[in-house]
């Protein structure tokens, strides 16, 4: 996890009778100088298509900050879908 420019890791411990995760999560946080939502809740892999084509239309000057985050952040590790359920309750299939 990186907060405050600080990266803190955390050890994986992988059983080898339990299939390895295949999960990543993405966060996408951008800020533009308009003051209205560039999209509603993505619930759909059709809403998500349509968010990115929005997020892509953004000028560059109208866009002020744009920061990509991913957990896990070592390219080598993944969440299991339980991790990724404990981690992110809140978080809804899109597929």
Do not use: C
Not at 11 to 40: C, N, R
Not at 52 to 68: F, M, P, Y
Not at 85 to 90: F, K, R, S, T
Request: charge should be negative; glycine fraction near 8%.
């Amino acid at each position: 996890m990186n907060v405050g420019g600080k990266v803190r890791r955390q050890a994986l411990k992988i059983s080898e009778d339990v299939d390895p995760g295949s999960y990543i999560i993405v966060t996408l946080i951008i800020g533009t100088e308009h003051d209205q939502p560039l999209f509603d809740t993505v619930q759909t892999g059709e809403g998500l298509k349509t968010a990115l084509q929005n997020l892509g239309a953004v000028s560059t000057e109208d866009l002020l900050i744009l920061e990509l985050l991913w957990n896990p952040q070592d390219s080598k590790e993944s969440l299991t879908y339980d991790e990724m359920l404990v981690a992110y309750p809140e978080l809804g299939a899109i597929a």
